[in-house]
């Protein structure tokens, strides 16, 4: 477990792609294809199919997939007050601060 304390230490940048790019992500376009084939017509009867299914995929290039099912509870709901909102730390890159910024501890 990792304390508060450390957390709070942790800087962290952010890159995200901009909308509608992910489809250029050329890895992930090179094995969306594989992966369907891999499951068409089999029933996704469950969460372990579903990732058995994902991760036994591979391509003639010997690209492999590796899967697993994150079963963490997450809290859902989770309010942050403006006030908590104005105390973060966020530093906007010259491109793109809107997609790409570090938060960092306050």
């Not at 094995?31 to 003639?60: C, Q």
């Not at 590796?66 to 079963?71: E, G, N, P």
């Not at 105390?87 to 997609?99: A, L, P």
Request: charged content about 25%; overall charge positive.
């Amino acid at each position: 477990m990792i304390s508060k304390e450390k957390i709070d230490a942790i800087r962290m940048t952010v890159c995200h792609f901009p909308p509608g790019t992910s489809k250029w992500n050329k890895i992930e376009h090179q094995m969306f294809s594989h992966i369907t084939k891999n499951w068409r017509g089999r029933p996704l009867t469950s969460h372990e199919v579903i990732i058995n299914l994902i991760a036994n995929t591979t391509t003639d290039a010997g690209l492999k997939i590796q899967a697993a099912l994150d079963s963490n509870g997450y809290p859902i709901g989770v309010k942050v007050s403006d006030k908590e909102m104005k105390t973060i730390k966020i530093e906007k890159h010259s491109f793109h601060g809107e997609w790409n910024y570090t938060i960092s501890p306050s």
